[in-house]
């Protein structure tokens, strides 16, 4: 499969625990997005990276979240200290910047609950 | 934020029938484009129209844009009940760096 793939699929866990999820895009892209969506809702953009570059981050990504590209390669996604309004789908989308109008490839996402 | 508002909320049809999904965004645009999401799953890209381009088809899809509107719509024709999902259009817009800002979605339900 040469998809963009996300590690878990699922995640529970306790109030205040940290959670790291893994995006592993396809592996000749550049660009790498994080986006979060809630029940009902469409995605919302919460950062890119460019390589191993963080180029743009949304004022949704309060300081408990930290994302990170470090080979340019897979990224990780950090929540520290969840909250309940944590609970959500975080998806991971790349494409490779060939010009203004790319396509964007998603992941299955990783199912945050926050009990 | 959603920039982009989609029409309706939820259509249900039954199969066969042409399926319409209005957008309307509100900044100016590199290109629009269209995602279908089945229920719990990641987004799968249908098609992507240019700023420049006014209409595009790929298969059973056919997608229009009018800038001068700021609105997009995606026809279904000939809809299936492997159709039923979300549709959800997405804007790259000019300032943005090559993010997507995403409406809500429409919910289709396509009944055998």
Redesign the interface.
């Known amino acids: 499969d040469t998809g963009?793939s996300?590690n878990p699929r699922h995640k529970i866990t306790k109030r205040g625990q940290n959670v790291t999820f893994r995006c592993d895009p396809i592996s000749e892209h550049n660009?790498l997005?994080w986006?979060r969506q809630t029940l009902?809702?469409?995605?919302?953009?919460l950062t890119?990276f460019q390589n191993e570059a963080q180029?743009?981050k949304s004022r949704l990504l309060s300081d408990r979240f930290s994302a990170e590209r470090p080979k340019g390669s897979f990224s990780t996604l950090e929540i520290q200290r969840t909250e309940q309004g944590d609970s959500a789908?975080y998806?991971c989308?790349s494409?490779l910047?060939a010009g203004?109008?790319?396509?964007?490839?998603?992941?299955?996402?990783t199912?945050l609950t926050v009990v | 934020?959603?920039q982009?508002e989609e029409d309706p909320q939820a259509l249900s049809i039954q199969e066969g029938e042409n399926a319409t999904m209005n957008c309307s965004y509100k900044t100016s645009i590199?290109?629009l484009?269209w995602?279908r999401q089945n229920s719990?799953?990641?987004?799968?890209?249908l098609i992507?129209i240019?700023s420049n381009e006014r209409e595009k088809h790929s298969g059973r899809l056919r997608v229009t844009l009018d800038t001068s509107k700021k609105s997009s719509s995606l026809l279904i024709t000939a809809s299936r009940a492997a159709d039923t999902a979300s549709y959800?259009c997405?804007t790259?817009e000019l300032t943005s760096?090559?993010?997507?800002?995403?409406?809500?979605?429409t919910q289709l339900t396509v009944n055998p």
Do not use: C, I, W
């Open positions: 963009v996300q660009r997005y986006y009902g809702q469409g995605p919302e953009f890119y180029l743009e789908m998806l989308a494409s910047r203004k109008n790319t396509e964007a490839f998603f992941g299955q996402g199912r | 934020s959603q982009g590199n290109n484009q995602y719990g799953r990641g987004l799968v890209h992507l240019r959800f997405a790259d760096g090559s993010r997507l800002t995403f409406g809500e979605g």
